[in-house]
């Protein structure tokens, strides 16, 4: 099992910026994958950002340039800048770990951006 926790949502203004982190513990192992995801009311849930151990990155076309995904290897923590936030961004945000065949969420973190 792997457990993730996040934390860093809340209310910003359109424009503001807020950073989300994501630790994760448990029975980690390489290689593995993490990423956010996120969910609107009415949405499915869509990938944001992912970031590999190794580095790689991918970002969803309606984030890139805003938003940066990185990552502690060291701390298992995964962290999301978020710039340019615009009303559309606001969502649950999930942290997502994948290694092998597993698949692990985190509970969600509210993100609202107002305008």
């Known amino acids: 099992q792997v457990q993730l926790v996040e934390s860093g949502g809340g209310l910003v203004q359109a424009g503001g910026s807020l950073r989300l982190s994501c630790a994760a513990s448990?029975?980690?192992?390489?290689?593995?994958?993490m990423g956010w995801y996120r969910q609107a009311p009415g949405k499915q849930r869509e990938l944001v950002a992912s970031?590999?151990?190794?580095?790689?990155?991918n970002y969803a076309d309606s984030v890139s340039g805003r938003f940066t995904i990185s990552r502690m290897n060291a701390m298992n923590t995964v962290y999301l800048q978020m710039n340019s936030l615009k009303p559309e961004d606001t969502a649950v945000y999930y942290c997502?770990?994948?290694?092998?065949?597993?698949?692990?969420w985190g509970q969600g973190t509210q993100v609202t951006v107002s305008s």
């Open positions: 997502n770990w994948v290694g092998g065949p597993y698949v692990y």
């Open positions: 970031i590999a151990n190794g580095g790689t990155t």
């Open positions: 448990g029975r980690i192992f390489s290689p593995n994958i």
